[in-house]
Nanobody, 120 residues
Framework: QVQLVESGGGLVQPGGSLRLSCAAS????????MGWHRQAPGKERELIAAITGGGNTNYADSVKGRFTISRDNAKNTLYLQMNSLKPEDTAEYYCYLYYTEADATAYHLWGQGTQVTVSL
């Protein structure tokens, strides 16, 4: 069974930085896409950053230039470096994995979420 374990959330002042991590474990033949979603209170969940198996990245306009997504392929671990944080970045952040197992079946999986709060 594939699992995602997130870490790195917390409370930070505006202008500060945080780094989120997401470790994937289990029977994964190949990773197609990994990414980060976030959901603020009263708002819909949105995809803010993604990285393909080939290393191509994509960002939402709201985080472009401030957030950087990266992946350690050897460890199947995803990272999100968040700089110049703003109060509007406050949300629950979810790791996302689109992967293929040995039998060629593809799956979508989300982590349990980690809270990021940007406040004085």
């Amino acid at each position: 069974q594939v699992q995602l374990v997130e870490s790195g959330g917390g409370l930070v002042q505006p202008g500060g930085s945080l780094r989120l991590s997401c470790a994937a474990s289990g029977s994964i033949r190949s990773i197609n896409v990994m990414g980060w979603h976030r959901q603020a209170p009263g708002k819909e969940r949105e995809l803010i950053a993604a990285i393909t198996g080939g290393g191509n990245t994509n960002y939402a306009d709201s985080v472009k230039g401030r957030f950087t997504i990266s992946r350690d392929n050897a460890k199947n671990t995803l990272y999100l470096q968040m700089n110049s944080l703003k109060p509007e970045d406050t949300a629950e952040y979810y790791c996302y994995l689109y992967y293929t197992e040995a039998d060629a079946t593809a799956y979508h999986l989300w982590g349990q979420g980690t809270q990021v709060t940007v406040s004085l």
